[in-house]
């Protein structure tokens, strides 16, 4: 039931664009596996081979960690209604941190977010689609305003702080590469 493809085609980035969340899968060489769910408006398809996400800051930046030493990523998008379907996303990624010269205009593509720590650029490789049967229909009902009114209030010195406390390595021990001194962004 599952097929394979190069790269996303225009039935892809329609399913894409209908979806409200979609999961990250990292690995680093050795050490824990990282899933995790992303939501919002923070993705981007600038290609059939190429997309952004922002990346917000969070209890952890496993991602970011695991990416600085295996650049492969996986992202799975589900649909939790209407027809089934599961769309994979394979390929390596890199994190572009603030300060970086990509930044700027990698960043300008979303809107702006005071948490915001990472855009995450993904190469696609492959593309794969399964049934999706067995995922559970689900309603949407809206997005949660916490992460954003906690990282307002933190505002942009606590964000670093926060950074240097909690987002500078993964769980296990790797350097996540997030700025937290203000020389470095």
Not at 18 to 38: D, E, Y
Not at 57 to 62: A, D, K, R, V
Not at 91 to 102: F, L, M, R, T
Not at 115 to 133: K, L, W
Request: charged share 25%; glycine share 10%; aromatic share 10%.
């Amino acid at each position: 039931m599952a097929r394979l493809y190069p790269a996303l085609n225009e039935a892809h980035r329609a399913f894409i664009a209908q979806q409200q969340l979609f999961f990250v899968a990292t690995a680093a060489p050795k050490g824990r596996i990282n899933i995790s769910p992303k939501g919002g408006d923070c993705l981007r398809v600038l290609g059939a081979d190429r997309l952004i996400w922002l990346n917000l800051t969070g209890s952890g930046n496993e991602t970011a960690a695991h990416l600085h030493t295996d650049p492969r990523m996986t992202l799975m998008f589900c649909a939790f209604e209407g027809d089934p379907l599961i769309l994979r996303l394979y390929g390596q990624a890199h994190p572009i941190q603030p300060g970086d010269s990509d930044w700027p205009g990698l960043y300008s593509r979303f809107p702006p977010d005071p948490g915001a720590r990472q855009v995450i650029d993904m190469r696609i490789e492959q593309v794969q689609t399964s049934c999706g049967f067995g995922v559970p229909l689900f309603d949407y009902r809206g997005e949660r305003s916490l992460l954003r009114d906690w990282s307002e209030n933190k505002g942009p010195d606590g964000i670093r702080d926060y950074w240097a406390k909690k987002n500078r390595t993964s769980l296990d021990g790797l350097p996540t590469g997030v700025p937290v001194d203000k020389t470095e962004s």
